[in-house]
């Protein structure tokens, strides 16, 4: 049992977020949210060319992000740099797809991949691997994301050729 209650709100998450959660706090405090999609539904932009990213708050060492994703949009294969990442799904589903990081193979090797449903949260950092997101879901889906490192650019991986750019991600 979480110390912390359910989240029903935005107000409730940015509440928590300010009072200082820490790392395993993080966690702890996106397993508790529970919103209706309603709750920020007014917030999500959609796009017919690319999922749309939408900062909802970001501080020092943090950033709250908004992710609208149509049917089989995908973000590109990513790294963290020295961040941390945690997903959670308001509404519909996605696939994350984990590379190896180090064995930089062309094309690049499919580590695993893992069903982020909704309600589920989900963590990423280097350590684990790179990574891409799908919605797989044949409906839109909307995810909250979290993040450590919110001014550093990460490393953006060609899933093909292996090459590597620098990209301001979040
Ligand atoms: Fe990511």
Request: proline share 4%.
């Amino acid at each position: 049992m979480s110390t912390i209650p359910k989240i029903k709100t935005l107000p409730q998450l940015l509440k928590l977020i300010h009072s200082g959660a820490g790392y395993d706090g993080i966690a702890e405090m996106l397993h508790q949210i529970d919103f209706e999609y309603e709750e920020i539904e007014h917030l999500c932009e959609w796009s017919d060319e690319s999922y749309q990213k939408i900062s909802i708050e970001k501080g020092d060492s943090y950033e709250l992000m908004l992710m609208c994703w149509e049917p089989d949009q995908e973000s590109p294969v990513h790294d963290h740099a020295s961040g941390q990442g945690w997903i959670y799904v308001v509404t519909g589903m996605l696939q994350e797809l984990l590379f190896y990081k180090d064995d930089v193979a062309k094309p690049l090797e499919i580590k695993f991949t893992e069903t982020i449903n909704e309600g589920d949260v989900s963590y990423i950092n280097d350590e684990q691997g790179i990574h891409k997101i799908v919605n797989t879901n044949h409906e839109r889906t909307v995810s909250l994301h979290y993040y450590t490192n919110p001014s550093e650019e990460v490393t953006v991986y060609d899933e093909l050729s292996g090459e590597e750019s620098r990209f301001k991600l979040h």
